[in-house]
């Protein structure tokens, strides 16, 4: 990369020196930092399930250059490639959201995965960054143009994937896509009447949610009143914490990923905060807030208002998602199962937030001029 | 955006590019819409008098700044849970690295006998324990625990790790071997904790000396429990007075003695007279200190210092002295024999009965409780409990065990106990008392508490005079005369003069008297009885009669033999040369004055 020079006209040059790369850095660098993370969280979860001891470790090895080549092919992308990358993962991922619910294999209660080829594919995954570029699009459409129709295809990008991911039921990921288009039509400039109405219609889905999802609302009453069941992964998660201290037990001296099914995933920022302590998890926090306030940064920019909208849709798919894992795992939330973008273990996951990512690297590239068209 | 509420209600009008700077689109030239779709209702949702892009800015700002706040507090929230959060029930701070378990802070001092060798100590152990609530799976890790320590079933070991409880011991005091094999488990629930663990090395032969600690070392019976704190506190070993060489002969020749006359019990007690350490000190049975549990009740009883019985003729030796020292008869002073003494409902006899007058020397060497009873009528039972007394026949010792028996002496000392005290029934003392006299009367006559803890070398400050030191060689005289004529004739050795006397008490039975045929065999012995050194008392506690033996189970049957063999294997090893027949040491003139310094006292 340091060979690049200014004039260089290839593709790579240009791309090079128009992305924001203190951005690609810190997504490389949790890339890294997932990666150390997955080689030492993983292997106990994978003894007590009885897969080899490796199973986790070389899946990931074997996701994470393809997770990072689609990172960067997204990212050459131009705002109008963007569009069709996101229309045609959306479309994929509608199809295989109802596939889901036809072929999808049933684990823990909730019908979420299809089985392709050896590993499982998560379709909620990709419908969220899909999801948030083509309700931009739609919603800056509709301000340009002031015709409804863009406004009600913008409500349907968003409530069909919502509806599919819902019924699965995944309430974690339809509450980042809630919160995205939430986010996204805020920013458009709805009016703030119309935005509380939106707020308190979210709340009484929530409410729905907690009353007719029975696990939401085992989840909810154990986070609301600790003491009304079984607290023991949100225990094992703080006492992690609390044995990690400043600076931790030190790697592979921890003991929670022996004790939590899913100390690879959900709750692999407990296995940082006991081995790596205090000071490496506030590092990774910070990793976190540099990625998403710095996209939400170069949203500011003037690219135009797609560029406003999709970038701080992406950025909040991302921050979102990263938010809900450290709440759930630091006991501030109720416990909702979802990964902690680019650390956790999971192919779907990581495929689909480096789509997103890469889409986001792409819209905030340095232009000449605004390029809601190109 | 302030502005919203006036236009809330307002008609829906398209928003004017034009008015629109900042959306400069559609300049792709694309072509637009030609029918333009309205929604039905007339709300406008999207004010559009703004420029788009610097309402979207602002919110966009404020989106931002959620996120940020978002973030400020899952950090605040990572700080108080890394470092203020107290742990919660499942408590994991304490499972780290088996490396970091600590010493025990300090061993519990060893105990060693006089010549260094170990009684007990403590080594450092490790014991595991559970968690619980960290075992993912009980029931394999019980039988994994289970195969690495042989002493546990899997079945009791799952019952524990179900427990519903914070810690949990598996097993205490494992080896370093299962230690090992217990850590490969890698099972994150079991913990390991650092212990002292007590041991003797010379497992039985000086349990009811040392005594015992249960499994977190506190000291439940000997010296262990007398001097817990001692032993806790000290860095020095504590150095007893026990020799084990001796202890070692003296606990062979008893159990000897126990086996051939099928006696229930025994006791040796060897004791240094001029200082009373207390050489040898062995109670059968005995038990194994290194496992206490398994023991009977009977062998946890010490009989040498908790046991009291009335020892008989052992203390006409007593009764002779205190006659001596007051003045009031010499050794041939005679006492009528003839006839049995009748009082109230009682009869005293003899066993051997001579029916005639006795001098003081022939009441001992007969051992005539006849004469016994009217040696001691020349003083009164005032005086003979006065000198029963200053020879601590009447209280509980304070030798340093923790089991120590108070004597049984009479309320009323009347002309009864008087009597029957004379030859040794109606006081019930431990046989630990008996040789504590014994030795005061024959070393001099200065009576000195007996011990088990080694004393400096030389000391012999203190002690309170009983006798005179003539009256001590008087008894010396009286003891040999009786080995050498009486009923102690099977102690006597060729190797070594010996001077004894013996005893066999009918063992009391409560309230209903006393049992003719459970006998309590003994016999207290000084030698060399030219130069005394040491006092030995053997008692068999109900010997049965033999063929070999005449049908008698006496002590002159039963103990003086024991006493003798003790005597020939114990006195080389104790630096004594032995005294042959012809040695001239062996002429001991009749009343030799006690030759060493009196400066002893």
Redesign the interface.
């Known amino acids: 990369m340091i060979g690049i020079q200014r004039g260089d006209n290839t593709v790579v040059g240009r791309w090079w020196w128009t992305v924001d790369r203190s951005l690609l850095a810190a997504l490389l660098g949790l890339m890294a930092i997932g990666l150390i993370m997955v080689i030492i969280a993983s292997p106990s979860v994978a003894e007590?399930i009885d897969a080899p001891t490796f199973h986790f470790v070389k899946r990931h090895l074997l996701l994470l250059p393809f997770a990072a080549a689609a990172m960067f092919v997204c990212s050459l992308m131009t705002p109008r490639q963007t569009r069709m990358a996101a229309l045609a993962l959306l479309v994929g991922s509608a199809i295989a959201l109802v596939a889901t619910q036809v072929i999808g294999v049933e684990i823990k209660g909730a019908r979420r995965w299809i089985p392709i080829g050896g590993f499982s594919l998560q379709a909620s995954e990709f419908a969220k960054p899909a999801m948030a570029v083509l309700a931009a699009w739609m919603l800056?459409q509709?301000?340009?143009?002031?015709?409804?129709?863009y406004?009600?295809a913008a409500f349907l990008v968003f409530i069909i994937p919502f509806g599919l991911t819902a019924v699965q039921p995944d309430v974690g990921s339809s509450v980042v896509m809630t919160a995205v288009f939430g986010?996204q039509v805020?920013?458009?400039?709805?009016?703030?009447?119309?935005a509380g109405l939106m707020g308190m219609a979210a709340l009484s889905g929530f409410g729905l949610a907690y009353l007719y999802v029975p696990h939401v609302t085992s989840r909810v009453d154990r986070f609301l009143d600790p003491a009304s069941g079984d607290t023991?992964q949100i225990?094992?998660s703080?006492?992690?914490?609390?044995?990690?201290?400043?600076i931790g037990?030190g790697p592979g001296?921890g003991?929670?990923k022996?004790?939590l099914p899913d100390a690879h995933s959900d709750f692999i920022f407990a296995v940082a905060?006991?081995e790596f302590?205090?000071i490496a998890?506030?590092v990774i926090?910070?990793i976190?807030?540099f990625v998403?306030?710095r996209t939400?940064?170069r949203?500011?920019s003037d690219g135009?208002?797609f560029i406003?909208?999709s970038v701080?849709g992406l950025?909040?798919v991302f921050?979102s998602q990263a938010?809900v894992n450290?709440?759930s795992t630091?006991?501030?939330i109720p416990t909702k199962g979802m990964t902690l973008p680019f650390i956790s273990y999971g192919g779907s996951s990581l495929f689909a937030l480096a789509i997103g990512m890469g889409f986001a690297l792409a819209l905030t590239r340095k232009r000449l001029g605004?390029e809601?068209?190109a | 955006m302030s502005e919203t509420n006036e236009t809330l209600f307002a008609a829906a009008e398209p928003p004017s590019n034009a008015a629109d700077p900042g959306l400069r689109a559609d300049t792709g030239g694309r072509a637009r819409p030609r029918t333009r779709f309205n929604l039905p209702v007339r709300v406008r949702l999207f004010p559009g008098r703004h420029d788009a892009q610097e309402v979207g800015r602002s919110r966009l700002f404020v989106t931002c700044a959620i996120f940020a706040v978002a973030f400020a507090v899952v950090t605040m929230k990572l700080v108080d849970a890394s470092l203020y959060d107290p742990a919660r029930t499942v408590r994991l701070d304490d499972s780290r690295a088996p490396e970091a378990l600590p010493e025990p802070e300090q061993l519990r001092a060893d105990i060693l006998d006089r010549n260094g060798l170990l009684i007990a100590t403590s080594l450092p152990v490790t014991s595991v324990c559970a968690r619980p609530p960290l075992v993912r799976n009980p029931v394999a890790t019980a039988f994994l625990v289970a195969g690495v320590l042989p002493e546990l079933n899997a079945a009791a070991v799952q019952a524990q790790l179900e427990r519903k409880a914070e810690f949990v011991w598996l097993q205490r005091h494992i080896t370093p071997k299962q230690h090992q094999a217990l850590l490969a488990l890698g099972e994150p629930g079991l913990c390991f904790e650092r212990e002292q663990r007590r041991v003797y090395p010379q497992s039985g032969l000086a349990a009811h000396v040392s005594g015992f600690t249960d499994v977190d070392g506190v000291g439940i019976a000997g010296i262990e429990l007398a001097y817990n704190d001692v032993l806790n506190e000290r860095r020095d070993p504590l150095r007893l007075s026990l020799d084990l060489r001796v202890q070692r002969i003296v606990r062979d020749e008893v159990q000897y003695a126990m086996d051939r006359f099928q006696a229930t019990g025994g006791v040796g007690v060897l004791m240094d007279i001029a200082n009373s350490e207390t050489v040898a000190m062995v109670s059968l049975p005995d038990f194994d200190p290194n496992d206490p549990g398994t023991a009977s009740a009977d062998a946890r009883f010490n009989r040498a210092t908790l046991g009291v019985y009335e020892m008989g003729s052992t203390f006409k030796l007593l009764t002779a002295a205190q006659a001596l020292e007051a003045g009031k008869a010499t050794l041939s002073t005679k006492f009528d024999a003839t006839t049995p003494i009748r009082i109230g409902r009682h009869t005293i006899s003899d066993f051997h009965a001579l029916n005639r007058w006795l001098t003081l020397e022939e009441v001992l060497i007969h051992s005539s409780n006849v004469g016994a009873a009217k040696i001691a009528e020349l003083s009164g039972p005032a005086a003979q409990r006065d000198f029963f007394g200053r020879l601590g026949m009447l209280k509980k010792m304070s030798i340093e065990v923790a089991e120590l028996g108070s004597p049984l002496a009479p309320r009323r000392w009347s002309e009864v106990h008087m009597l029957t005290i004379a030859f040794g029934h109606g006081l019930a003392v431990t046989p630990m008392h008996l040789s504590n006299a014994i030795a005061s009367l024959t070393n001099g006559g200065v009576y000195r508490q007996a011990t088990l803890l080694k004393q400096p070398g030389g000391d012999l400050a203190g002690g309170e005079r009983v006798v005179s030191a003539k009256v001590s060689a008087s008894i010396r005289w009286l003891m040999r005369q009786i080995v050498i004529n009486g009923t102690g004739r099977n102690a006597d050795t060729a190797l070594y003069p010996v001077g004894g006397k013996t005893g066999t008490a009918e063992k009391a039975m409560g309230r209903r008297g006393y049992d003719k045929n459970a006998k309590l065999a003994s016999f207290i012995s000084v030698f060399p009885i030219n130069d005394p050194k040491y006092v030995l008392l053997v008692m068999i506690d109900e010997p049965k009669p033999r063929a070999d033996t005449f049908g008698y189970a006496t002590g002159g049957w039963v103990a003086a033999p024991a006493v003798k063999a003790i005597i020939e294997r114990a006195a080389p090893i104790i630096g004594m040369p032995p005294i042959g027949p012809d040695h001239p040491a062996r002429q001991m003139p009749i009343l030799q004055i006690e030759k060493r310094p009196e400066t002893r006292t």
């Open positions: 007590r800056t509709f301000r340009q143009r002031g015709d409804s129709g406004l009600i986010a805020f920013i458009a400039g709805i009016s703030l009447w119309f023991y225990d094992m703080l006492n992690a914490f609390r044995a990690g201290g400043l037990k001296d003991i929670i022996g004790a905060g006991e302590g205090l998890c506030v926090v910070a976190f807030a998403v306030l939400f940064y949203a500011l135009g208002l406003m909208l701080s950025a909040a921050g938010l450290l709440g630091l006991a501030l605004p809601d068209d």
